[in-house]
């Protein structure tokens, strides 16, 4: 079996499928570690093969255990109607009705293959995708407004980030089809997120223009984009664009340490945390930063609680805050958007009973919940399996969590530019009380904008991981 990365907790437990007696299945299970110890070697043993049949009965009988919303699955489910475990995952997301709310609220629940999953959780892979088998080119692409399309985001170990290419660059042609607007989503995901290559011609803010072959590929991530700190009318403002909660867990928390000892030692009063595309990632190093930022008075507080369904709730859990570093800060920033989900919303969720929490942006995901990988053949599959909520007891934002000011991403600046629409709007607020000008683009979107960029943001990953 793979080398499994995971942050702090690993488990062993045998699942049999009693209703036929026919298979044993070796599922990881609770045996708390160390906090800094990442990885886990798994015994060493041969896995005898597993037929589709009952690799299928084995994902279901063990989301009728697991899943948070287990009794809602009928008994007539069959799983072998079902291509593979990531699609049987899929198919019992409308079997999760919450109170309070009149649609299903699992968007979330899916399968991947070992292999896969070992090398993105690692930070050894791309973190785009759920589907990436063989990695990919390295960016994300949205749209500004109709028919300008814009590269969000660019790993910097990736194809793209190799190539030069930079966030505001604006994609004019793909594979020298130059009908690049909302009507054509299927075909921008099938050729920057799907594709084996892709020939993109880019427009750069200087206008001149190039066409930079790609081919995918894995790499190394490198979730800390960009942290620098701004001295604006004698404040000194930080400002961090953290682009996601799961990697090498040792390097985040040694970027953590460089990063706030930097902040403290530049007599940092304010701090703005970039999340709009940060789509979650492991409890554990949301727990590592909220730690760095929550303020001294709050150490020893309840950051959070973990709640399973009533089959184990043996497992639930309530972690306390240990307050790390010497920021002393009784507000926080985050710029956010509907990419910001899971460990990202999981973080400013745990703050807010302690600190007065800022949003700028667009409405979060709305993903309160979270699972962790089960492995059943070749396949990990990750079923909703635990709901979070903060010391008030606050959580079950399944529509999102709202912003404090509605502020357009600024797709045609790059990290860091002051002029960028949503750093601009919270910086103002630091120095002034008020967000932005009038004139300023709001968040909201055309309905054809918004239907475009919703189809190119359903393939990137939000996940929030928890250890059992």
Same mark, same amino acid.
């Given at each position: 079996m793979p080398t499994i990365i995971s942050p702090s907790k690993y488990y062993f437990m045998t699942f049999r499928a009693t209703a036929l007696s026919l298979i044993t299945l070796t599922i990881l299970a609770a045996c708390k570690k160390d906090k800094q110890e990442i990885v886990a070697t798994t015994p060493v043993v041969t896995p005898s093969p597993v037929n589709d049949d009952v690799l299928k009965d084995s994902a279901l009988l063990l989301a009728k255990d697991i899943y948070l919303w287990n009794t809602q699955i009928p008994a007539t489910f069959n799983a072998r109607t079902y291509d593979d475990p990531n699609k049987i995952m899929e198919a019992i997301r409308p079997y999760s009705i919450e109170t309070g709310f009149s649609q299903p609220v699992d968007r +979330?629940? +899916?399968a991947m293959k070992k292999t896969e999953?070992?090398?993105?959780?690692a930070g050894m892979s791309s973190v785009a995708t759920a589907t990436s088998a063989d990695g990919d080119f390295g960016l994300t692409v949205f749209f500004r407004v109709e028919g300008d399309l814009r590269v969000r985001l660019v790993e910097p170990n990736s194809p793209a980030g190799k190539a030069g290419i930079h966030r505001g660059w604006r994609i004019t042609k793909i594979n020298a089809n130059s009908n690049i607007n909302t009507g054509n989503t299927s075909f921008i995901v099938d050729n920057i997120y799907n594709a084996a290559s892709s020939s993109i011609? +880019?427009?750069? #803010?200087?206008?001149?223009?190039?066409?930079?072959?790609?081919?995918?590929?894995?790499y190394a991530t490198k979730p800390i984009y960009?942290?620098? %700190?701004? /001295?604006i009318n004698n404040k000194k403002i930080g400002y961090l664009v953290f682009n996601s909660f799961l990697g090498n867990v040792n390097k985040m928390y040694s970027e953590f340490q460089r990063v706030f000892s930097s902040f403290t030692g530049q007599g940092v009063s304010d701090v703005i945390i970039d999340l709009r595309y940060n789509g979650g990632g492991y409890v554990s190093v949301q727990e590592r930063l909220a730690n760095y930022l929550i303020n001294p008075a709050a150490n020893g507080g309840i950051m959070m609680k973990q709640i399973y369904n009533a089959n184990n709730s043996g497992q639930n859990e309530t972690v306390k805050f240990t307050k790390t570093g010497s920021l002393n800060m009784s507000r926080i920033y985050f710029i956010v958007g509907r990419a910001t989900a899971s460990a990202s919303e999981l973080l400013i969720n745990n703050l807010k009973p302690y600190m007065e929490v800022k949003l700028v942006g667009g409405v979060t995901h709305g993903k309160p919940v979270g699972f962790y990988p089960i #492995? %059943?053949?070749?396949?990990? !599959?990750? #079923?909703?399996? +635990?709901r979070t909520t903060n010391k008030n007891g606050e959580g079950n934002y399944f529509n999102g969590i709202p912003v404090n000011s509605s502020v357009a991403d600024g797709l045609d600046k790059d990290w860091g530019d002051l002029n960028e629409t949503s750093l601009a709007s919270a910086i103002r607020n630091i120095n002034s009380g008020q967000y932005r000008v009038q004139a300023a683009p709001s968040y909201n979107? #055309?309905? /054809? !904008?918004?239907?475009? /960029?919703? !189809?190119?943001?359903?393939p990137l990953l939000k996940v929030t991981i928890g250890e059992r």
């Open positions: +979330f629940s +899916f999953w070992d090398k993105m959780s011609t +880019f427009q750069k #803010p200087d206008a001149s223009v190039v066409t930079i072959d790609l081919s995918r590929a894995h960009l942290d620098t %700190v701004y /001295n #492995p %059943v053949g070749e396949w990990y !599959v990750f #079923p909703v399996s +635990f979107e #055309p309905a /054809n !904008v918004a239907k475009g /960029n919703q !189809v190119l943001e359903e």
